[in-house]
């Protein structure tokens, strides 16, 4: 599919169009990347891609589930799966915020699994999630109930929920400010909005800079330090009650593709492929935490 555009924006924080160039486009990813001079919002400007949801709702729901079953895609199926264990924390902290639990929204659900993770953890739990063929596995393989769309599409009820997460998702929507405050909406007063994404204010993004892994996403449109973050959750209204800097679960097969691509070699990177194919490397899981990815716990007051 050619998803080739080229889309002029405005800083989705301040509304400006007053910015700094910080890569060329083709320097860290597809687009150009630029730095809001009023507020500091880093973002691709112009896109030079669709945004990820147009071309996955356009994905072919039956050729997508047949890779999965056939274990084509099974390597992005394991790193969620691995990944729930990244959430303990989140799980403790909505235990003594909601100690009788209640409605959980994940915005960008994928297969299923964590939306299952805190299912038996006694959450009454739903998703949404674009792809129709990710929402068929979910529902198949983890009895996950979802609603395949976007947020702003799927028409829940004003003020529904009481916790809403949406876990390395923000950066990929087109309007981050429109979709905190889709989420204020339907949460309820004193409700909990638990978002996670990578973080520019972060010692590994001024060691790699331009190879910094997130950054070389083709996906990511938008780069968010703590502070511009928080400025958009409080634009929307919300409290900011704990701001945590996170790592990852991950395998060694894993970790070996991520500096593939801060090598921004291609030979490297098929070279280290192979490497992991021979030694089996995706069977060796641990965690890192460089502290460079943010999760921010967000109120709507009562």
């Known amino acids: 599919m050619d998803n080739q555009i080229e889309k002029f924006i405005l800083c989705n924080l301040c509304g400006s169009d007053d910015y700094s160039i910080i890569y060329q486009a083709g320097k860290a990813q597809i687009s150009q990347i630029v730095k809001c001079n009023k507020c ?50 989140a799980k403790l902290y909505l235990q003594n915020q909601f100690p009788k639990h209640g409605k959980l929204l994940e915005v960008g659900s994928g297969f ?45 009820e004003t003020g529904s929920i009481d916790v809403v997460l949406m876990m ?7 309007d981050p400010q429109s979709t905190f405050q889709e989420v204020y909406r339907i949460l309820k007063p004193g409700g909990i909005f638990i978002v996670e994404t ?11 800079g331009k190879r910094e892994r997130s950054l070389s996403c083709d996906g990511h449109i938008y780069f968010f330090t703590a502070d511009t973050l928080t400025q958009i959750a409080n634009k929307s209204l919300f409290t900011l009650e704990k701001l945590e800097r996170v790592g990852r679960t991950l395998t060694l097969d894993r970790l070996l593709y991520n500096v593939g691509v801060i090598s921004k070699s291609k030979s490297f990177l098929t070279f280290l ?12 899981v641990f965690s890192l935490n460089f502290r460079d990815m943010q999760r921010l716990y967000l109120r709507k007051e009562s």
Request: hydrophobic share 35%.
């Open 40 to 89: 500091g919002l880093m973002y691709s400007n112009p896109r030079k891609k669709n945004e990820d949801h147009v071309d996955i709702e356009a994905g072919d729901p039956e050729l997508i589930l047949k890779r999965i079953y056939s274990g084509a895609l099974r390597e992005r199926v394991l790193k969620e799966e691995i990944q729930v264990n990244d959430y303990k924390k």
């Open 112 to 156: 299923g699994y964590l939306l299952k993770y805190f299912k038996e953890d006694g959450w009454e739990v739903t998703g949404v999630e674009p792809s129709a063929a990710l929402c068929r596995y979910a529902k198949e393989k983890n009895k996950i109930n979802t609603i395949p769309t976007i947020l702003e599409d799927s028409e829940i």
């Open 168 to 174: 390395h998702v923000i950066e990929h929507v087109p």
């Open 198 to 208: 990578p973080c520019y204010d972060s010692l590994m993004f001024k060691l790699l």
């Open 273 to 284: 492929s192979k490497i992991s194919h021979k030694l089996h490397l995706k069977k060796l």
